[in-house]
DNA sequence: CGTATCTTTGATCGACATCAAGGTGCGTGG
DNA sequence: CCACGCACCTTGATGTCGATCAAAGATACG
């Protein structure tokens, strides 16, 4: 359900109210009555799942332009709650779909949107059950797509506490994973909210870089030249830390 | 989307062809075009997906009288093979859904399949991240409401490999967990394909009960009778066993 | 019966959790 | 502007669960 826009939609303008939430406040709660999206102006905000033995299970992130709490049928099955100091705009699905079927490009998004999200999911899903350098370099590659216009750092709003619970590790784990990729020369610890990316990206055999691809999206590089704008984006850097794990040797399976 | 019923559904005799499958041969696969359904005759049949490494994560198990390749939209995300010799009807959609109109009762009860289906992907996602011996004993309880009416033995037709890829786990802690659970005296294994309950469901504490039944269902008891009704069942027998386990722990959290 | 397949059992290993101190940044109030 | 305090993060030592490796039973099947 998220958007990969940097910016709240245009189109939304006007609609619904908007309003602050302080950081860890809780603004959908589980089994409320799904009448309504949200879409986050600024700040981040999460989805999550408390589970009985107290742990919590975020289920995604969402950052400014992003829209949340649409896959929900009758009630929602996960909460949301801010991550920091938020405001989000809250707008009644009535509205939603009045705008949607007047205007027919607008429905087109939100079913790409949804899909989108589906697909995060499902691939969290398969990230779980790999190691834990392999799901923070997962999560990395994510945010910097996600969050991370300017191509060599990456902002994590986020703290290690909510990575662990997004990735299913504990901070602990976390922590000694970023330190072990800055040992290695991959990464720059900068400070609580930035990982600068070190890694060059040139050194990789085409090879290497086609199983990098195919392991993150799923799916072949449709031209040489979809392969190479992707090395030189935010996320092709970012993914390239994939080569300091096992990954070319599934790309090798693969193709065998 | 499958059935508790054990035999197949009268309803959808004549329909489709009906034919044998070997044990391990393919059923569907993954990317076929999903025009048809499939009831299983008898036999055991799983749905699966082949991870890139080489590994297998079994999505689902469908005895005699279950539905399965319902889901699909226009391709089959998961393959489905036999786990034992087995035969299976193929159904058009088309026919189904003709079946469905023409029949009100039998559209409802496709929907609540549909569901219960989904329900039981949810729940096992959830019991992917518990322990080894957590999830065995999910299993169990599983096998125990949907393939045994006998109330004190358990039938598993499929593999230790096929339980581990089902829930995550190599086959020689699948065993294991057996052995351990027999030297406690809750279960006896009965040659590969039969588990045998030894556990009494009679020293409970009520409190304990709820807190298991709860745990298993996702809810609470909606009466005293419901809760005395499923201690007597084969699932309720089987979830007993969690009593060995730290279930009621969480039980007492969830409670303050 | 003999052979292949599946299962059990034992020994060891490794990854991540857990437990326990420190360290660091950051906002608040003096 | 500094210093105190708190929340967050890092680092180290140790523990535990399940994977892995290896080999010895069972069971099924031709």
Same mark, same amino acid.
């Given at each position: ?6 910016? $709240?939609? $245009? ?28 879409? %986050? ?107 991370? $216009? ?38 720059? %610890? ?5 990982? %600068? ?18 392991? %993150?999206?799923?799916?072949? $590089? ?35």
């Amino acid at each position: 359900m998220s958007i990969q826009a940097q910016s $709240p939609d $245009p189109l939304l303008q006007g609609l619904g109210i908007t309003r602050p939430y302080r950081r860890r406040s809780e603004i959908i709660r589980e089994d409320d009555a799904a009448n309504r999206v949200y879409e %986050v102006i600024s700040g981040t905000v999460c989805t999550c799942k408390m589970l009985r033995d107290g742990r919590r299970q975020i289920a995604g992130f969402y950052f400014s332009g992003d829209l949340f709490g649409l896959e929900a049928a009758r009630t929602h099955a996960l909460s949301a709650q801010a991550i920091t100091d938020a405001e989000v705009r809250t707008i009644k699905k009535q509205a939603l779909n009045a705008l949607a079927s007047a205007h027919g490009d607008f429905a087109d998004r939100l079913l790409a949107l949804t899909a989108r999200d589906l697909a995060r999911k499902q691939d969290l899903m398969l990230f779980l059950s790999r190691s834990a350098q392999d799901r923070i370099i997962y999560f990395l590659v994510e945010m910097a797509r996600r969050t991370s $216009p300017k191509e060599d750092s990456i902002s994590l709003p986020m703290s290690r506490q909510d990575i662990g619970d997004y990735l299913g590790l504990k901070i602990e784990t976390v922590s000694r994973v970023f330190w072990d990729l800055e040992r290695r020369g991959a990464i720059e %610890v900068a400070g609580r909210h930035t990982i %600068v990316l070190r890694n060059d990206p040139t050194n990789l055999s085409a090879k290497r870089l086609m199983a990098i691809f195919e392991a %993150v999206k799923g799916r072949q $590089p449709q031209t040489e030249q979809e392969l190479e704008t992707w090395r030189a984006s935010a996320e092709g850097k970012a993914a390239t830390l994939f080569d300091l794990t096992t990954i070319s040797i599934w790309g090798e399976r693969a193709r065998s």
